[in-house]
């Protein structure tokens, strides 16, 4: 069995953090694929190396001197190697990065060194092979990652060896060029070398036991969440719950690879089983909650709009004119709601009601801003009766006016509505009704 095992920014930070990665690698010979991040923070105040990458190659395209910036990277690495004891330097290496910083060679470049120098190390620390992504990740001339090519050169690859350290975040464009995935793509790479080697786990180590049924500045200490699965992940990482990075699932999802989420800092614990679909019944009626700030409604009225074959696509394709996504539509009999994230929105609103009163001719417009969108997940909720009546009744104690409902088809979610300003008191109430009540 092989397991392959990526190690977030926050447990390569440091020497200290380094030789907690060894001591879980070395625990379990089955953990034979390492996928590194570039260092993160060591503390709050700290900057990750991926930062001082972006900060120190936009003084390369400003023309300004960036010798004194590297050299602050350089430190990062050494002060690992020197906190290691290893026999190695990295002068060599940085004499290239900073001739090819020189020949222009791109910002994503730059910012793969950190995965790619952090690789090296992992490498030597271990005395596993490195793998350059660089010659087994490919992506398309639009950036578009190309999964089947990378799939059959970095299976071959990895065949030939038995253990190797592959760095996450990027791979190469079809003019030789380094290109990276979007923040966070180590948890990508990671998903891929699974996939790859046909893993029978893929482990994903952070600083955090897996996921939590909450979000825990809002709810202290909330209970973890055992096993999800991949669409309860969706719901939730939509709605803002961030461990992962929300590509990550799909090369390991269609494999029928389980993610397995766990902390660095607290290797006992279990942490968190991604998984395609399982009979496990969650501890709770819900697995998760989750929610966003900052939509707006859009109320529309017109009476018989119930008759009017039509009437939602001319109201949508007023948003679609100006490029606005809609989150949700809840409708009535004369009425449809619409919403709408506010940033997005807020610019273009009236060239986007008088689309409507265009195409549509509504008897009324009317907004409401600084709403708040909570999602409510579990696979549960589906064989339970009550958890709507529950969720509702929570929020009738609290206090908490509820906008709008709406229930996905699958049963797998329910959505509210509530204002910005009870955002947090919605939550803590619905946490407390299911986890601290169990009702
Ligand atoms: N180092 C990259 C970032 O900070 C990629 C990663 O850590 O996954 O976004």
Redesign the pocket.
Known sequence: MIKVVKF??SSLASAEQFAKVGNIIRADKERKFVVP??P?KRNSKDT????MLYACYALVEQEEDFKVQLNKIKDRYDSIINGLHLKMSLEEEFRKIAADFKEKAGIDYA?SR??YLNGLIMANYLGFEFVDPAETIFFDEKGEFLAEKTNEVLSKRLAEVECAVIP??YGVGPDGRIK????????I?GSIVAKAVRASAYENWTDVSGFLVADPRIVENPRPIKTITYKELRELSYMGASVL?EEAVFPVRRAGIPINIRNTNAPEDVGTWIVESTCHQPEFTITGIAGKKGFVSVNIEKDRMNTEVGFGRKVLSAFEDYGISFEHVPSGIDTMTVFVHQPEFEGKEQSVISAIHRYAQPDSVELEADLALIAVVGRGMKSTRGTAGRIFSALAHANVNVKMIDQGSSELNIIIGVCNDDFEKAIKAIYDIFVMTRL
């Open positions: 977030g920014g991040s570039a993160g990750k190396v991926t930062d910012a950190g995965e996450g975040f990276t995935f979007s923040r966070g793509g180590s948890d790479t990075h």
